[in-house]
T-cell receptor, first 118, second 111 residues
Framework: GAVVSQHPSRVICKSGTSVKIECRSL??????MFWYRQFPKQSLMLMAT?????????EQGVEKDKFLINHASLTLSTLTVTSAHPEDSSFYIC??????????????FGSGTQLSVL | GENVEQHPSTLSVQEGDSAVIKCTYS??????FPWYKQELGKGPQLIID?????GEKKDQRIAVTLNKTAKHFSLHITETQPEDSAVYFC??????????FGPGTRLSVLP
């Protein structure tokens, strides 16, 4: 299947700093990528849809100024958690649709980033 | 919108036994149903999927069945092994729409 690479896998930062997470599609071009947040023992919560060359679409309740998304190329989307606070600590996962999946585009995930804000 | 329920939330089986996880969905327009396996600290991995024009699909020890009339689909794992222990998520999707995930099932395979 398609490969989605996510970095870093773990980051620890001080409160008030900003953290950038990268998501790359390695063997295909992704016009759309997705960012999820996952709390311990819970399901995946869609935060936003990242569209190449245009503004991201945020889900209700997600602060767009807190979670900046940039999708500057067909293989790279970034999520920047601005002025991070302890409540932003979570597991963040990106995903991308394989455009060659046929009628239904298969969804592949990155390996996730564990963010810990001290 | 689509709503996906998943049962059970936790499942423990003895090594070598079978495990079955069931999901129900609400939107009859959904036509694609993938299953993901998530190990601790990692992203979900697609393990098998099924489209609405198929009733069953099998890949070695795992299989998925779909009942469109009842709007439910199930994951079957046979001859379970300790490395099958993980959280499994089902999802439902209609082309062009976002994927809707179930709440997950934590499977423990006991040696």
């Amino acid at each position: 299947g398609a490969v989605v690479s996510q970095h870093p896998s773990r980051v620890i930062c001080k409160s008030g700093t900003s953290v950038k997470i990268e998501c790359r599609s390695l063997d295909f071009q992704a016009t759309t990528m997705f960012w999820y947040r996952q709390f311990p023992k819970q399901s995946l919560m869609l935060m936003a849809t990242s569209n190449e060359g245009s503004k991201a679409t945020y889900e209700q309740g997600v602060e767009k100024d807190k979670f900046l998304i940039n999708h500057a190329s067909l293989t790279l989307s970034t999520l920047t958690v601005t002025s991070a606070h302890p409540e932003d600590s979570s597991f963040y996962i990106c995903s991308a649709r394989d455009p060659f999946g046929g009628v239904n585009e298969k969804l592949f995930f990155g390996s996730g980033t564990q963010l810990s804000v001290l | 919108g689509e709503n996906v329920e998943q049962h059970p939330s936790t499942l423990s089986v003895q090594e070598g036994d079978s495990a079955v996880i069931k999901c129900t969905y609400s939107d009859s327009a959904s036509n694609y149903f993938p299953w993901y396996k998530q190990e601790l600290g990692k992203g979900p991995q697609l393990i098998i999927d099924i489209r609405s024009n198929v009733g069953e699909k099998k890949d070695q020890r795992i299989a998925v069945t779909l009942n469109k009339t009842a709007k439910h689909f199930s994951l079957h794992i046979t001859e379970t092994q300790p490395e099958d222990s993980a959280v499994y998520f089902c999802a439902a999707n209609t082309y062009g729409q976002n994927f809707v995930f179930g709440p997950g099932t934590r499977l423990s395979v006991l040696p």
